[in-house]
């Protein structure tokens, strides 16, 4: 018996829930609002974790030939003194290979060279889940954080102004290493991306909806005289694409991620600040483990399992990543921010 289902959203989640169902025997179709694959965007690190799902879903050698191995990073002070170190190397050691950079036009490339011809429908927005959900006996949400299926789903959890405003670019500047540099209430990070590429962002702890007139100008005021690479990279921002938004979260949490013959995964469902690198990593986690519950013919079973399996994990993360957001932007105290993030950092980042 053939069992059909639908994906809202074409992106990272959406792709990789279609690689997993349809290595189940689903027959998939998946509906995108855009027209075509983003062609721009910035970096994303996978974490041994993540690199799990992706041999799951028999993408893993294609995601690691499409990054690199990422060094030992540190986290700094505006005057490039040392916080702390992130230790990147001990955990390839504890888990069996490092974390991978590569940016999120190559993962979803990836991705969707996995999917075959004729399953994602591109320029079908879908403007009525309750229709979707009659016509398919699966529906998975994978619409992102700005999902508007789950606003139809859950109408009173919206994302919540996170307290800070980022600016990401990507710049032909090739690093070995990254990190992050803070200041009171303000830090810069940079990740090295695919060959020749590095990817940087900038956050500031300002009020929701803060658009200076000049964002170089504000950039440069803020970190202009903060240690190298910074004042390089802000020297390119003619050349650089740059995206500005302001960061958010999904609060409060949804109490289920399941609603019927519907699921939620990745943004849609627990979306989160991006201060923990665990957004993607936890998209793709949920799409390998949604195909893993749906093997069985139950699918009532399968999406409660997922729920139980998911729901508590994802939430706890994404709570860990609003503290450490909140944290970078202390303005006071910071001797004790420092002593804070330190001893986070002992046991080691998140898997």
Wanted: aromatic share 6%; net charge neutral; glycine share 10%.
């Amino acid at each position: 018996m053939t069992r059909t289902a639908a994906i809202v959203g074409g992106g990272i989640g959406g792709l990789a829930t279609a690689i997993g169902l349809i290595g189940e025997g689903w027959q998939v179709t998946v509906f995108e609002r855009a027209d075509d694959l983003p062609k721009t965007g910035t970096g994303l690190g996978m974490w041994p974790s993540a690199m799990r799902a992706l041999d799951r879903l028999g993408v893993g050698a294609a995601a690691r030939a499409a990054g690199r191995p990422q060094a030992n990073g540190h986290l700094r002070r505006d005057d490039g003194s040392l916080i702390a170190t992130l230790d990147v190397e001990r955990l390839a050691r504890k888990q069996g290979e490092p974390v991978y950079l590569l940016s999120r036009p190559a993962l979803l490339r990836v991705l969707a060279e996995a999917v075959p011809d004729g399953v994602v429908r591109f320029g079908e927005p879908v403007t009525d889940v309750d229709a979707l959900r009659q016509a398919y006996p699966l529906v998975v949400v994978a619409d992102g954080a700005n999902s508007r299926a789950r606003a139809a789903l859950f109408p009173d959890h919206r994302l919540r102004y996170a307290g800070a405003t980022v600016w990401r670019g990507v710049t032909d500047l090739d690093l070995v290493a990254g990190g992050e540099f803070w200041g009171r209430g303000v830090k810069f990070g940079v990740t090295p991306q695919e060959p020749g590429k590095t990817n940087w962002y900038a956050v500031l702890t300002v009020p929701q909806g803060y658009r200076p007139a000049d964002d170089l100008a504000e950039l440069r005021h803020v970190f202009g005289d903060w240690p190298e690479p910074i004042p390089t990279i802000l020297s390119r921002y003619a050349e650089t694409e740059v995206l500005h938004h302001d960061l958010s979260h999904l609060d409060p949490p949804l109490p289920s991620y399941v609603v019927g013959n519907t699921v939620l995964i990745g943004d849609a469902a627990h979306a989160m600040t991006p201060d923990l690198g665990q957004g993607a990593c936890q998209t793709l986690i949920d799409a390998a483990a949604l195909a893993d519950c749906l093997r069985t013919e139950d699918v009532a079973a399968g999406l409660a399992r997922f729920d139980a399996l998911r729901r508590r994990p994802t939430q706890k993360i994404a709570a860990m990543a609003g503290r450490v957001s909140r944290l970078t932007q202390w303005r006071r105290g910071l001797w004790l921010r420092d002593l804070i993030t330190r001893a986070a950092l002992i046991p080691g980042p998140p898997a």
